[in-house]
Nanobody
Framework: QVQLVESGGGLVQPGGSLRLSCAAS????????MSWYRQAPGKERALVAS????????NYADSVKGRFTISRDNGKNTVSLQMNSLRPEDTAVYYC????????WGQGTQVTVSS
């Protein structure tokens, strides 16, 4: 079964950190680019960060550069998003995405940044 399962969301205070993880199964993980998207209430889903398959080339939205880090482990079929210096505007549902032979979305995990 082709699927992505996210974990690690939650409530954090401004300035805090969270680490999101996404476990992949059912497809050749290393041949898929992996990304994190987010969707805030009333807004469109937007790319946060991406990482290519074998070479691990990363790309970030301007709003998260220097604060977020995407990484992947092709041996464990996982992709992670380390989020530091979180701001209230980072509040959103975060989705894991795979693109390659398949285009796959996870179910999403809520991140809330609030005092």
């Amino acid at each position: 079964q082709v699927q992505l399962v996210e974990s690690g969301g939650g409530l954090v205070q401004p300035g805090g950190s969270l680490r999101l993880s996404c476990a992949a199964s059912g497809f050749t993980f290393s041949r898929h680019a992996m990304s994190w998207y987010r969707q805030a209430p009333g807004k469109e889903r937007a790319l946060v960060a991406s990482i290519t398959g074998n070479f691990g080339i990363t790309n970030y939205a301007d709003s998260v550069k220097g604060r977020f880090t995407i990484s992947r482990d092709n041996g464990k079929n996982t992709v992670s998003l380390q989020m530091n210096s979180l701001r209230p505007e980072d509040t959103a549902v975060y989705y894991c995405n795979a693109q390659g032979r398949y285009i796959i979305w996870g179910q999403g995990t809520q991140v809330t940044v609030s005092s």
